[in-house]
Every structure is written in C-alpha cells, then in structure tokens.
C-alpha cells in the first residue's frame, strides 16, 4: 500500500504565499515524477508543477516565476511554494507520484487540500 499525505492549504489574500507539501509512504521502492496537480470548480484538473528524480522541473505557464517545486528523495516528499497568489489560483490541489512498489510501478493521488485566495 502507498498512501500521499498533503498538506498546507488554506486560505490566504492575493498577493499572500502558501507552501503545501506531500509525503509518500508504504512499500516504496522508487519514485519517478512527483509533481502537483490543480482542479477548480467546473474545470479538468491540470498539471501546476512536477519534479524528477533528479531534479528537473517543468512548471505551467500559469506557475512560472510564481511557484517553486522540490523534493526530497530521501524523505519521499515533494513541496510547492506558491507566491504572488491569485484569486485564479483557487483550487483543490493534489500531489502525484509515480511509485514503483514492489515490482510494479503506477501513479498514486493524494487526498488534495484546498487553496482558496481572496481578493
């Protein structure tokens, strides 16, 4: 079983920060791209920001020079800071990773946490 904990939403003014962090745990043997996904009311999910194993990182337009992704391999977590938030950033959002366990590798989901930015 693998299980990714997040945690750290909340609500916050625009303009504010919020950094959320996400733990994997379980019988993990690997993981690959661990990254943040976002899904606001009456939208598809989308992808906000996701990590390597070794450290690249590819962000969405709407997160570039905004939100900082890490992790941390040896703690199977991977965080989001989030600066210059936007009443358009409102969302649940959801790490996700993709673990191998045992001797198969699939992608887990997190529970998601809410973000809510006011104006």
């Known amino acids: 079983q693998v299980q990714l904990v997040e945690s750290g939403g909340g609500l916050v003014q625009a303009g504010g920060s919020l950094r959320l962090s996400c733990a994997a745990s379980?019988?993990?043997?690997?993981?690959?791209?661990m990254g943040w996904y976002r899904q606001a009311p009456g939208k598809q999910r989308e992808l906000v920001a996701a990590?390597?194993?070794?450290?690249?990182?590819n962000y969405a337009d709407s997160a570039k020079g905004r939100f900082t992704i890490s992790r941390d391999n040896t703690k199977n977590t991977v965080d989001i800071q989030m600066n210059s938030l936007e009443p358009e950033d409102t969302a649940v959002y959801y790490c996700?990773?993709?673990?191998?366990?045992?001797?198969?590798?699939?992608?887990?989901w997190g529970q998601g946490t809410q973000v809510t930015v006011s104006s």
């Open positions: 990590i390597t194993s070794g450290g690249a990182r």
């Open positions: 379980g019988n993990i043997f690997s993981i690959g791209v």
């Open positions: 996700n990773a993709d673990v191998v366990a045992g001797n198969k590798g699939h992608g887990y």
